[in-house]
């Protein structure tokens, strides 16, 4: 039993000593995220995003190494994302609750959606946290949110992004 529950634990764990490690699989700007093998928009299957124009991409946003200081790991950012500290953008995802009720003005918006009630839906490169202006409606479709971004090198709780102030963008 002991044997079984080891391999499991590190079947679940392998992904991420491999982002700690470096290994990366996202995309190249520009590119669609892609679900792994036989998953994609048909019912029941995992939904992909696809990039937008004017918003930023998940696959801008997983350029971040984790570096080992002292007894800790803190993230590395790339240029592309040091850039974006304090401006305006947009984030295309799914939204994940932090608080009870049908609308939320503090939650998550994740690159894939919610599949655990307790668990998040990616690593932290993965996640932004929202702070919006006013109550934005729970939905299980994407959604884009618009604010101010920031980009935390040693966020308490190891999140790398926040957004402040935001508010729900047009889908078009």
């Known amino acids: 039993m002991r044997t079984a529950s080891r391999i499991l634990l590190l079947a679940l764990l ?3 000593f491999a982002h700690a490690a470096g290994a990366s699989s996202a995309p190249a700007q520009g590119q669609q995220h892609v679900a792994p093998p036989g998953v994609g928009n048909t019912p029941g299957q995992m939904p992909v995003l696809y990039d ?3 918003v930023t991409s998940w696959s801008t946003l997983a350029k971040v ?3 080992k200081v002292k007894n800790r790991i803190l993230p590395e950012f790339s240029k592309d ?4 500290n304090n ?8 939204m994940m609750p932090l608080e009870p009720g049908e ?5 998550l918006i994740s690159l894939v959606p919610q599949s655990c009630s ?13 702070k919006s202006k006013t109550p934005v409606k729970y939905t299980l479709e994407p959604i ?8 935390m090198k040693d966020d308490p709780m190891g999140l790398y992004y926040r957004m402040n102030n935001a508010t729900l963008a047009s889908n078009k």
């Not at 401006?87 to 799914?94: A, C, D, L, N, R």
């Open 81 to 84: 994302i040091a850039a974006l």
């Open 52 to 54: 937008i124009q004017g």
């Open 144 to 151: 884009i949110v618009s604010g101010k971004m920031e980009v």
């Open 103 to 107: 609308k939320q003005k503090h939650f």
């Open 14 to 16: 392998a992904p991420a």
């Open 87 to 94: 401006q305006e953008i947009k984030v295309q995802g799914f």
């Open 65 to 67: 190494k984790q570096v």
């Open 118 to 130: 307790f668990c998040l839906p990616a690593g932290p490169e993965g996640v932004v946290e929202v």
